[in-house]
């Protein structure tokens, strides 16, 4: 069977709707608001979105605490305006995965609610259950210092419940054959309304065992080979994008060594050491990384990224290299989360410098993978710090400014917007943006072009160029007899570099895919570069070949 391989030269774009665009006036985002926008989206270049959780909820967790998974909760609309807003995107050449978020419910599902009142309730297996308060009940938060068990005691049901998050969130049995099946369900319902795929949240406790009696869980990779069947089943072109954060070895496991579980992951071990690069101008770490992450089926494919909805996750850097990264980007205990990352978007991490700025986002579009970027980075949006945990980087999309920035006509939306000083509405917002040629949004929107232009880097191979400077890291691509190579700049000094392309059979000259100054081999077929501060080339291997071979290619 051939696949459509569609994700492996994507643009993905993160949006929440609850803070994107507000159409009725109510303060908080919704499916209509969001439809008016992808005519912007659609400039911008993107060719997928993804959704965070819309379903019904309690909102005690940005909509990641689900109480009906077959509906739309009111404040974002109906399920017809979810159509609605499939085919307007479809008719944009958009595609649109949603986050699936079936490791927990509710506390206020009805499939919990019947499981707490009656024990011979068959929703009783469908949650994880302890008639005494399990050994290991403080062990295995997913938000230390802010979470301090998981397991907690529910008066109705006489019994502890399981789970990994917050208290409000608890753990689906997802062991039982029942709860996998309705989880096939649920899948094929949203396909049926014009879903391309879902964006998996926490899949390594999703197929973890659990109960109170387990110690260590042990990953049922089936449940993932079952999910790709099914999904490819009601839609050839589906994609399942997997939230793991684990180690390089166990990469394929979730890939599937023959291809057949995840279609993509987040690169969260590239992630981590990109951002110490970034730290301290050492690319040793973000290399070794890359190597580490290299193997994977021809079908997989990883998803590159700065920021996102969540913290920046440093676990997997060792403490010196974490304290670098904080020290850098998140010095004051409130810009820090969970013992263990930054709460703060990219343009305030880096000091709102452009040239820092668009290093980073250069770097994303060019590591090995499908970039995803989070709403308002392509505008360099800023944070509010004085918003609890993770709401600070969730602040409302700046669109002009208008009073709200644009956003509502509402005096209450449902997150502050951001007034005021450096990253202010009044200063940092789409509209004002979209009128300057040299803005940040307009150099996104041409990176973004000429990233779709270098399929290479979505399909190809790559391969570490020698640089003899650990400040510069430059990559090659190849793909249907094409190259193309990247450099990058991760000081705050200037670099002379030599590099030798290595390629055999072809003409070794550079041609400069983002600006006039290409790079001529010397005598030994090596090109001398000097390199700004901060500063990046993206180059095509060959000048003058390059259409014919291309035309050959294809």
Known sequence: MIEDLWYKNAVIYNLSLATFMDSDGDGVGDFKGLQRRLDYLHGLGITCLWLGPFQTSPMKDDGYDVADYYNVDPRYGTLGDFVEFTHACKQHGIRVIIDLVVNHTSDQHPWFQAARKDPDSPYRDWYVWADRKPANADEGMVFPGVQKTTWTHDREAKAWYFHRFYKFQPDLNTSNPAVQAELLKIMGFWIQLGVSGFRMDAVPFIIATKGPDVTTPTEQFGMLRSFREFVQWRRGDALLLAEA??????????????????????????????????????????????????????????????????????????????????????????????????????????????????????????????????????????????????????????????????????????????????????????????????????????????????????????????????????????????????????SDGPREITLDVDGEGETSRLVNLLSNDHSEPDSKGRHPMVLEAYGYRWFRVGGLDYLMKRSEAL
């Open 245 to 490: 954060n684990i180690l390089p070895e166990d990469d394929l496991e979730y890939f599937g060594h023959d291809g057949d579980r995840c279609h993509m992951m987040f690169n969260f071990q590239v992630n981590q050491h990109l951002f110490y690069a970034l730290a301290s101008a050492d690319g040793g770490p973000l290399i070794d990384a890359l190597l580490a992450t290299k193997p994977r089926p021809h079908s997989g494919q990883w998803g590159s990224f700065l920021r996102n909805h969540d913290e920046l996750d440093l676990g997997r850097l060792t403490e010196p290299q974490r304290q670098a990264v904080f020290d850098a980007f998140g010095p004051d205990k409130s810009m820090q989360l969970y013992d263990r990352g930054i709460r703060r978007r990219l343009a305030p991490m880096l000091n709102a410098d452009r040239r820092r700025l668009e290093l980073a986002y250069s770097l994303m579009f060019t590591l090995p993978g499908t970039p995803v970027i989070r709403y308002g980075d392509e505008i360099g949006m800023g944070d509010d710090l004085s918003l609890p945990e993770r709401n600070c980087a969730r602040t409302p999309m700046q669109w002009s400014d208008e009073p709200q920035a644009g956003f509502t006509k509402s005096d209450t939306p449902i997150l502050p917007v951001i007034s005021g000083g450096v990253f202010g509405y009044e200063r940092v917002n789409a509209a004002a943006q979209r009128r300057d040629p040299e803005s940040m949004l307009n150099w996104t929107e041409r990176i973004i072009r000429m990233r779709k232009e270098c399929p290479e880097i979505g399909w190809g191979d790559f391969r570490v160029l020698k640089t003899t400077c650990p400040e510069v890291l430059a990559l090659r691509y190849d793909w249907r007899n094409n190259g193309v190579v990247v450099v990058h700049n991760l």
